[in-house]
């Protein structure tokens, strides 16, 4: 059937309607007519895919496996077109399921492509869409070029020793160095020979480098990173993102934060010369290693790092004048946000990779805070997602 696209949901997909039914139309775009497919068909709605366009908003993909790859949803979409789409998204979400107007603030945004500083493969592939399938790439252009150099020296080694090599990690850091994690039928010798210039090489749970960290700089602060601990992956974006949260803090009288979800510690190592104290939390426990190691390397004396669930130590705290959470995409659980509310700091930042998550969120900790800000960041161009950073304070 053909149709006008009229829309486009949360996940990036075209809406169009067609006698009252909602079709949402993968790799669609407002202000498109095509001639579509219905490839399934709900009750209250149908998916479908284009066949052709007839009148086409879309631009001319610069990747050859788009849109077969599952890495990005929005290639054929205008980045400003991306910006404006994505500042939409976070204040209809929160008008939806919060319940709230806030005031949104202008997108930070980058450079559109080669901003992620890590990549994982399968079988030295990316994953199709919707799929686990395997696709074979040769280059990436979201990751830095240094990762596409490795990848290229990968799939080399795997062809001419015909090994297997079944998942890679590569992250590198502004710092020049560089992490490669690899699971498989693997030489050791062959394989610490090939890649003698790695900073940190782990192959099948095994370092084969004196080193176990790679280091970054970020913020005029140095942090040294395990392959195991998370990192932010926007080599361009990160700092912004992080400025955001400093100015929280800038000119403050905050005297105790709690850094909910800490990492390595980046935030609270950061955030740790406007206040008197910080305490981080953070379930892993290499990231822990790691967020001390950073305090001693940054020479900060006023941090505390607890490895441990963030639900199981939270109660420990009464006396805390801020909170910043920094949670995984299914957000807070509600033991964490009871005693949010419970503890109630004047200040709560909220640093989400989810609108969604927030939103629901927000709608209970709304019982006691005003949301003052939101400002979005595109961290991840050419995808549906969109991170966000939410300024509270007690009513």
């Not at 053909?2 to 909602?22: F, L």
């Not at 790859?69 to 910006?83: F, I, K, R, S």
């Not at 946000?337 to 939103?359: E, G």
Request: glycine share 4%; proline share 4%; hydrophobic share 35%.
């Amino acid at each position: 059937m053909q149709v006008n696209i009229t829309g486009q949901d949360h996940q990036g997909r075209g809406v169009a309607r067609k006698e009252d039914k909602v079709i949402f139309v993968e790799g669609a775009l407002p202000g498109e007519v095509c001639e579509i497919e219905v490839e399934k068909e709900k009750k209250q709605y149908q998916e479908a895919r284009v066949i052709e366009k007839i009148v086409s908003k879309s631009v001319p993909s610069p990747c050859c496996y788009y849109p077969l790859c599952g890495g990005c949803a929005l290639l054929h979409q205008a980045y400003p077109d991306q910006l404006a789409w994505k500042e939409k998204k976070v204040k209809e979400l929160l008008e939806k399921f919060a319940g709230i107007t806030p005031r949104m603030m202008p997108i930070l945004s980058d450079e559109q492509f080669h901003y992620r500083n890590k990549l994982t493969l399968h079988h030295l592939g990316l994953y199709q869409k919707k799929t686990h399938q395997d696709l074979k790439i040769e280059a990436c252009l979201l990751v830095d070029p240094k990762i596409n150099e490795i990848l290229k020296r990968l799939k080399d080694y795997q062809r001419n020793t015909h090994e297997k090599i079944k998942e890679a990690m590569i992250r590198t850091t502004t710092q020049g160095e560089t992490s490669l994690s690899l699971t498989g039928e693997i030489q050791i010798e062959k394989i610490k020979e090939e890649f003698s210039d790695i900073t940190c090489l782990l192959v099948n749970g095994n370092f084969l480098t004196e080193k176990k960290t790679i280091k970054d700089k970020l913020c005029n602060h140095l942090f040294l990173l395990s392959p195991e601990s998370f990192y932010q992956v926007n080599r361009f974006l990160t700092e912004k993102l992080y400025q955001e949260i400093v100015s929280v803090f800038k000119d403050s009288s905050h005297q105790h934060v709690l850094d909910l979800y800490c990492g390595v510690g980046t935030i609270s190592l950061i955030v740790s010369h406007y206040v008197r104290h910080v305490t981080g939390i953070e379930i892993v426990k290499e990231a822990i290693e790691n967020a001390n190691q950073n305090k001693q390397l940054n020479n900060i004396t006023n941090v505390d790092f607890i490895c441990g669930k963030v639900e199981d130590y939270i109660d420990h705290f009464q006396e805390v004048d801020a909170i910043i959470v920094d949670p995984p995409r299914s957000g807070l659980d509600s033991k964490t946000i009871n005693h949010i509310l419970k503890i109630a700091p004047q200040t709560l930042v909220y640093v989400s990779c989810d609108p969604v998550t927030l939103s629901r969120d927000l709608n209970i900790l709304k019982e006691k805070y005003n949301v003052v800000s939101v400002r979005p960041v595109d961290m991840f161009p050419n995808t549906h997602h969109v991170e966000c950073v939410c300024l509270l304070k007690l009513h």
